[in-house]
């Protein structure tokens, strides 16, 4: 009697281990080849997301506008129950940029590429005049202007200094950098973990309070401060509340520029400028994510869901094409080739274009809130058990070369599984490290499986928030291969016959494998 129940119990442990954690059959993986690589929409969409869509700030009127333009494309793709979608109060309301024009007018005429920093103020129409260089280290160095900034061009100094890069502009991960990739960063010295494989650097430098209060009181017409190498203006924000007076109108200068009519006035040449921005606030107090379905048809496995996404939202310079058009056009063309390859998927598919990511991922934050975690009580919601997989794109127009585990052993048996019908592809690398700074962060951080790749740098932090990111910063054969990769991984996690679990808590952690 006791023989025969272990002999059943094995036999049932085999099937379920035999059952789990399937690759997709050949003539799948050749539907999705023959669909990615010979009826690619990539370079279409590439347009549209960028050229057409033009720039897309959290909350503004171009933001709205782009979100109903890409609803658009959706439905015309076919998609099930496609919309825009609440996810978040946004106090900071809608900011647009209508003009900018910034001028040196002596000691001789140069134009000058600007942007003003997002929901700061307008000029009064056209100001032109003497530059004044806003030189405070002191207590005492306020009393040398007070009284004198009212209606002036203010320039702020720059203490940066440029340093000349010698390495090349764009690069590819190299087989060695890959294979140290797929290394388990908690089994190295501390220094060596949790490190990202993308420097960033984030600029943004707010003005210390004293200095911002006594400006405030002061009233310039225009604070221009430096952000961005090479005449490319970098795009900054200030705070703001929708409501609370207009901030003073604030313009980033390149450093270059910046460091030219700095350098005049510290040698004392008188430098005049001509400065004219236009821009206006919006009650828009909304952030939106837009949705897009391919319904599941397993009548068991329906209610669950595979998520795919990337954030919609951009900086108001550029067309955001690397950061993040091109994470939201392989998304959509991943969608478009698992539904032409005529596939039912098990579970749902499901496509999010994320809003309000550049402003803290409150479009992923939102969803997870109204659909997965109620965050203030921690209790999950229906989704949560429901919940399948999430890959987010955002690392730029690179191409994949294997994907970020962010520590979670147990999405690996998948993951190896999912990816061998994919060995001609060359895809790739399974590395255990944890990244962040995007929206896969959201989901990953209640132990939720989310997951994002590891791309080719490419020339991604030249252009990255810069004017510069625009559709010339996309490879389109990048995206193509990124999109083949992405189908194939979200329609394995739909045909699976188990999902990955989330990460256990310390009690209940099972010995054996599931
Ligand atoms: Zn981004």
């Known amino acids: 009697m006791k023989s025969i129940f272990v002999v059943f119990f094995v036999y049932l442990f085999l099937t379920f281990n035999v059952l789990a954690q399937q690759s997709l059959s050949p003539e799948a993986i050749f539907a999705i080849k023959r669909e990615a690589f010979s009826h690619s929409q990539i370079e279409s969409l590439a347009f549209y997301l960028t050229d057409l869509a033009g720039p897309r700030l959290a909350g503004s009127k171009l933001a709205e506008r782009a979100e109903i333009l890409v609803k658009e494309r959706l439905d015309e793709m076919g998609f099930s129950n496609v919309r825009i979608e609440f996810a978040a109060e946004f106090a900071q309301g809608g900011w647009d940029n209508f003009k900018t024009y910034a001028a040196m007018t002596a000691p001789y005429y140069a134009n000058f590429a600007a942007l003003p920093k997002a929901w700061t103020g307008s000029t009064n129409g056209m100001v032109a005049g003497e530059v004044i260089l806003l030189n405070i280290n002191t207590e005492a160095d306020f009393e040398r202007y007070r009284g004198t900034l009212a209606d002036k061009i203010v320039l702020l100094p720059d203490f940066s200094r440029y340093v000349m890069q010698f390495t090349p502009l764009a690069s590819r991960y190299t087989d060695e950098q890959l294979q140290e990739l797929a290394i388990d960063p908690r089994s190295q010295p501390s220094s060596a973990r949790n490190r990202p494989s993308l420097t960033f650097s984030f600029f943004g430098w707010r003005l210390p309070q004293p200095i911002s209060d006594f400006l405030a009181e002061e009233k ?31 313009l980033v200068l390149p450093i270059e520029e910046h460091g030219r009519m700095s350098r005049l006035m510290f040698n004392n040449v008188t430098v005049e400028m001509e400065v004219e921005i236009k821009n206006e606030f919006y009650d828009n107090m909304v952030i939106n994510n837009v949705i897009a379905e391919i319904p599941g048809t397993d009548s068991r496995l329906r209610n669950e869901t595979v998520l795919i996404g990337a954030h919609w939202d951009s900086w108001h310079g550029g067309t955001g094409a690397a950061d993040n058009a091109a994470g939201c056009i392989v998304m959509i063309e991943a969608m478009r080739i698992i539904k032409a390859t005529g596939i039912q998927p098990r579970r749902t598919i499901r496509l999010a274009l994320w809003g309000g990511e550049e402003l803290g991922l409150l479009g992923s934050r939102g969803y997870l809130q109204n659909n997965l975690y109620d965050t203030n009580t921690r209790t999950p919601k229906t989704g949560y058990q429901q919940f399948a997989l999430y890959l987010n794109m955002d690392n730029g127009s690179g191409k994949f070369r294997g994907i970020y585990l962010e520590e979670n052993d147990m999405a690996f048996p998948f993951f190896r599984e999912w990816i061998k019908p994919l060995e001609t592809l060359s895809f790739g690398v399974l590395s255990p490290r944890k990244t962040d700074r995007t929206d896969h962060v959201t989901f990953d951080r209640i132990g939720l499986p989310a997951f994002q790749f590891i791309q080719d740098e490419l020339e991604y932090m030249r252009s990255y928030h810069t004017v510069m990111d625009t559709y010339e910063r996309l490879i389109i054969s990048d995206l193509r291969y990124n999109a083949a990769i992405v189908a194939a991984l979200a329609l394995s996690a739909a045909m699976d016959n188990d999902k990955i679990p989330p990460k256990p808590l310390l009690e209940g952690v099972p010995a054996k494998r599931r």
């Open 220 to 250: 310039p017409a225009v604070i221009i401060s430096s952000g961005g190498e090479f005449n490319v203006p970098e795009t900054t924000s200030v705070s703001h509340k929708y409501g609370q007076s207009e901030p003073i109108a604030e």
